[in-house]
């Protein structure tokens, strides 16, 4: 009698992995339509995701965008005062010196600039007047504060060493006072009896909303010259800039110790830069990203509740099928991945639909639109896992129910 060799069990079960497979195909394909409203919540779960990670790095992109155009590699000095004391001691605040020794011992400053603020009231004609905001400042001051040049120039070093007397003025100012920025080039504007040309207008490169010191009637004139006004060599205020925003950290660290070895041990300086408002603003992004990211995991898994609730509905609609099945050799296990290949083929062509609609639309905004979108391919592979893991959580509870179901009492079923 010969002898027959079954076929080595690694290609046996990639034939039943292959059958099962078909079969769940032709079923998906017998019954589109409602596996079609099945996956539809999947389709939405998906791009609910992909989306809602788009738009939180959208978001990110734009607040860290917003604080670097303040300025990402900016440090800021300024006099808070002395430690209060019976007797009320002589103010110790920032000068001219302090900014020269801060360029001369902190390596990585690159720029610096003083501030000096000033308030006038000006006349503008009619018998008018109106209060104005002077800031004296070095021409670097513009590159340190990124501000945008809107018409005309900035002062440069050679208007500083002839105190010129020139001076740029806020937008806004530009067209309250002369109808527009380009209007106002050219203008005289007289502080204290002494008269200004004003040779630019100019905004801030992010609207500080008059948070910061250039207000909207702000108008800015060369340090040299707002000397003319002051009887002191103090400033309010110092800005530094840093050639690489990795030095941001240490020369504020830096800065502090020259300017507190420069004065008194009772005074105290405030030096600042806007490292931690990025970080503050990276987690608050964060944290409203992950917010939303379970907002669509709700979604999934809503979805998910509904093809285990479909596979139920599937299971109790073929128990004849199954016990058919049974009877011509399929094991429990081949029955339990058959119905758990079915959910998981549902959940997965939601899930590759949800992902191409949620690309699409930000690579459109891309294509069709100047913005830069991000977008990430990792929330498209963490989208595929997750519609995976959906169809093969609640696919298990009826692919379970069905291996159990007796193959007599199945045959029965009518």
Do not use: W
């Not at 300025?71 to 001219?96: F, H, K, Q, S, V």
């Not at 513009?142 to 945008?148: A, D, H, M």
């Not at 800039?241 to 300086?269: F, M, W």
């Not at 696919?395 to 199945?410: F, H, K, Q, W």
């Amino acid at each position: 009698m010969p002898t027959i060799v079954s076929p080595p069990i690694t290609q046996r079960q990639k034939l039943v992995l292959g059958e099962i497979l078909n079969f769940a195909y032709d079923t998906f394909c017998g019954n589109k339509v409602k596996f079609l409203l099945t996956s539809l919540g999947m389709m939405i779960g998906t791009a609910s995701l992909i989306l809602v990670v788009t738009i939180g790095m959208t978001g990110k992109q734009y607040v860290l965008n917003q604080i670097q155009a303040i300025g990402a590699n900016m440090i800021y000095a300024e006099y808070e005062g002395g430690a209060d004391r019976i007797t009320a001691g002589t103010p110790d605040p920032l000068t001219i010196a302090d900014l020269q020794a801060v360029q001369a011992q902190v390596p990585g400053v690159t720029t610096a600039s003083p501030v000096v603020p000033l308030d006038e009231r000006v006349p503008v004609g009619n018998g008018k007047e109106r209060d104005v905001r002077i800031l004296g400042v070095y021409p670097e001051y513009r590159g340190v504060r990124n501000l945008v040049l809107v018409t005309g120039r900035f002062f440069d070093n050679e208007d500083s060493h002839a105190r010129s007397k020139v001076g740029v003025i806020t937008e806004k100012l530009a067209e309250e006072l002369y109808g527009s920025p380009s209007e106002a080039i050219g203008q005289t504007m007289k502080l204290s009896g002494l008269p200004f040309t004003i040779v630019g207008t100019f905004r801030e490169g992010v609207e500080t909303f008059g948070q910061s010191e250039v207000q909207s009637n702000t108008m800015l004139i060369p340090y040299s010259v707002s000397r003319f006004f002051t009887n002191t060599p103090t400033v309010r205020l110092i800005y530094f800039s840093v050639g690489d925003p990795s030095l941001v950290v240490p020369a504020t660290n830096q800065i502090k110790r020259v300017l507190q070895s420069r004065h008194r041990p009772e005074s105290t300086y405030s030096v600042q830069n806007l490292t931690q408002l990025l970080v503050v603003a990276d987690k608050t992004a964060n944290a409203l990203t992950i917010v939303l990211l379970a907002i669509a995991l709700v979604v999934l898994l809503v979805s998910g509740i509904g093809i285990m609730n479909i596979m139920l509905a599937t299971v109790s609609a073929r128990i004849r099928e199954i016990g058919i099945r049974k009877a011509i050799g399929a094991t429990n296990r081949e029955i339990r991945y058959q119905f758990l290949s079915e959910a998981v083929l549902i959940s997965l062509f939601g899930g590759i639909i949800g992902i191409i609609i949620g690309l699409a639309l930000p690579y459109s905004m891309r294509f069709l639109t100047q913005y830069r979108v991000p977008i990430s391919g990792l929330s498209a592979i963490v989208a595929l896992v997750v519609s995976s893991a959906v169809g093969i959580l609640f696919g298990t509870i009826p692919a379970a129910r069905a291996a159990e179901l007796d193959p007599v009492e199945s045959l029965r079923y009518e």
